[in-house]
């Protein structure tokens, strides 16, 4: 059983001045990642409810960070009242339904209760899945710079990096290692449509470690990889299935598309609790549809026609012929298959 790390070094570990959750033993503080760049807001979170509402309002977002999220809210939740596991449960399970780590997190946590219903036995388990959820980045930063050499140029989507984890980050966390190796010439990282978490957040992040970045529009991709060299694209995951088709941010199958026409190399980075097993493909992934306001509006600002109807799914599929390589705490799944897969989750 490794030490549980204090917030401060915590951070350090991270490798970045970013401290998206703050858990001080009373409360759960959440960076209101809606407000970035233009303003640094935490959330106090007093209860399981709080949690949710935080997760389905995009406040903390990003698979494992709102795994972590969740975990403290069932601390949060059975402090408040040791009967209310499953209704504590059933709330956060209900706020995301793609991204497996939230379920993963909330089952780890049920059952840590289950097997010793002691408070502060359950809280030393969210603390070791935040700590946890930082060692598995740092190792998969390591993994998937051994992969890119030097004077890479790199387009990354969404945003993966500390504000999405535990810290250091997913694919943000391997462009971070293969900077510190002097392998990243440059990052194009994209807007990431419509809540612009690559504008906002990723950009931000860039700019925080010094990391050279430019910011591309999302339609803009093929058009950039046929005109300059690219050498990978790097992405996270919500959900990784069984055969290695991985739900991502809504616009990363048209980048995969994109990168295999134009010989563009394509890595998943994410931690082995977002692989589900139980998911034979990606047909079997659940898509989450929200609001069409999103679309429509922007910060409460019609965009488009009053009345207009939008078609808005958060997330995709991108098959696993597409993913060059999945990169996990456990080692590199190259040209990843249900066999492939398997091998090294075993």
């Known amino acids: ?35 970035l760049p233009h303003e640094v807001r935490y959330i106090a979170c007093r209860g399981a409810a709080d949690v949710a509402e935080a997760i389905h309002g995009m406040a903390v977002r990003g698979a494992p960070a709102i795994g972590i999220a969740a975990a403290y809210g069932m601390v949060l939740a059975l402090r408040a009242d040791r009967d209310s596991l499953e209704r504590a449960f059933e709330t956060l399970a209900a706020s995301r339904p793609t991204a497996v780590n939230l379920r993963w997190a909330l089952e780890r946590m049920r059952g840590a209760w289950l097997k010793q219903p002691d408070l502060a036995v359950f809280e030393a388990e969210a603390v070791r899945i935040h700590d946890e959820d930082l060692a598995q980045n740092l190792k998969m930063g390591e993994l998937g710079a051994a992969l890119i050499g030097p004077g890479a140029r790199v387009v990354t989507h969404c945003n993966t990096g500390a504000l999405a984890t535990g810290g250091h980050g997913t694919a943000l966390g391997v462009i971070r290692s293969a900077y510190a190796k002097h392998h990243i010439e440059l990052v194009y990282n994209t807007e990431t449509r419509p809540w612009l978490q690559g504008a906002r957040l990723t950009a931000w992040e860039l700019q925080q470690e010094g990391i050279p970045g430019k910011l591309v529009a999302d339609g803009a991709i093929a058009h950039l990889m046929s005109r300059e060299t690219i050498d990978w694209v790097i992405v996270g995951a919500d959900r990784i299935a069984e055969n290695g088709d991985t739900a991502n941010k809504i616009g990363t199958y048209a980048l995969a598309v994109a990168a295999k026409q134009h010989g563009v190399r394509f890595m998943v980075v994410a931690p082995s609790s977002t692989f589900d097993l139980r998911c034979r493909g990606g047909a079997d992934i659940p898509i989450e549809e929200r609001t069409a306001r999103e679309l429509t509006e922007f910060r409460g ?46």
């Not at 991108?318 to 249900?338: M, Q, S, Y």
Request: hydrophobic share 45%; with cysteine; aromatic share 4%.
């Open 1 to 35: 059983m490794s030490a549980l790390l204090t917030p401060a070094s915590r951070n350090a570990a991270a490798r970045s001045n970013v401290s998206p959750i703050i858990w001080d033993g009373d409360q759960l503080r959440l960076l209101d990642q809606r407000v």
């Open 301 to 346: 600002v019609p965009v488009a026609p009053e009345g207009y109807d939008a078609f808005n799914p958060v997330f995709d599929v991108t098959p696993a012929a597409l993913i060059d390589a999945i990169v996990c705490e456990h080692g590199v799944i190259e040209k990843p298959n249900r066999e492939r897969v398997r091998a090294v989750l075993k």
